[in-house]
């Protein structure tokens, strides 16, 4: 009894569990072998592929154009005689030298032959008088002062006192350069010293005077000098 319970544990089993063990291993096989004839065969036999293409190819189709048909031609016309041109310059060099025509001729040119030529004066001639002298250089105008002395007033105006700066109770003196021309008429005048409600009575004043003629070296110069114009009230 004893021996039939415990007789599978001592003797080894040989029944389908006997068979399996060996089935896994096989299968595994298998299964490697098909994977690589799925695989691997087609990669070593890599002529048998197709080979790629390695650039495109494009084909064009050039349409073809019928030739243009030829125009028709047009006939030309004649050339006409031109007339020759009376004034235009001659091309063949003349063989002598032809008299100027009498409506060409100027006469004024002309020059008559005779004794009078000779002796330099000839009738209808105009003898053209000298030119005048030029003037003589205008110098510049020179300041009062040193080897210029002042020229003397010959003409005195009284200036003309404004109401409005007698009602303002103003008065003084105002102080002006005047420039003297050469004929001693004073030609500009500016206020060097101002008293505003004084100065243009003290221009017109100033304006209106006088002087001699100052000369340098016996030539006759603007000068420029200092006046003063007192304003007093009485």
């Known amino acids: 009894m004893p021996r039939d319970l415990f007789g599978n544990v001592t003797r080894p089993f040989a029944g389908v569990g006997a068979r399996s063990r060996y089935t896994v291993p096989l ?60 004034d235009a310059a001659p091309v063949v060099a003349p063989t002598g030298v032809a008299p100027e025509p009498t ?13 009078d030529i000779m002796g330099g004066i000839d009738n209808g001639i105009e003898v053209l008088a000298p030119p005048p002298p030029a003037p003589p250089p205008q110098l510049e105008p020179v300041r009062v002062g040193g080897a210029i002395a002042a020229p003397a007033k010959t003409h005195d105006a009284a200036p003309i006192y404004p109401a409005i700066a007698q009602a303002a109770r103003v008065q003084g003196v105002v102080i002006i350069q005047a420039t003297i021309g050469v004929n001693g008429q004073v030609v500009d005048a500016a206020v060097l010293k101002s008293i505003p409600l004084l100065d243009e009575a003290a221009l017109a004043a100033v304006r209106q005077w006088r002087y001699t003629a100052t000369r340098l070296n016996g030539q006759p110069v603007a000068v420029v000098m200092t006046v003063t114009v007192n304003f007093q009230l009485r």
Do not use: F, Y
């Open 27 to 86: 299968s595994l096989a298998a299964h490697t072998l098909v994977v690589a004839a799925v695989v691997v065969v087609p990669l070593v036999a890599s002529d048998a592929l197709p080979a790629l293409r390695s650039r495109l190819e494009l084909s064009l189709i050039t349409p073809v154009v019928p030739p243009e048909p030829p125009r028709p031609r047009v006939a030309r016309a004649p050339d006409t005689a031109v007339a020759a041109n009376p």
């Open 103 to 115: 409506w060409q001729r100027d006469t004024s040119l002309e020059v008559n032959d005779g004794p």
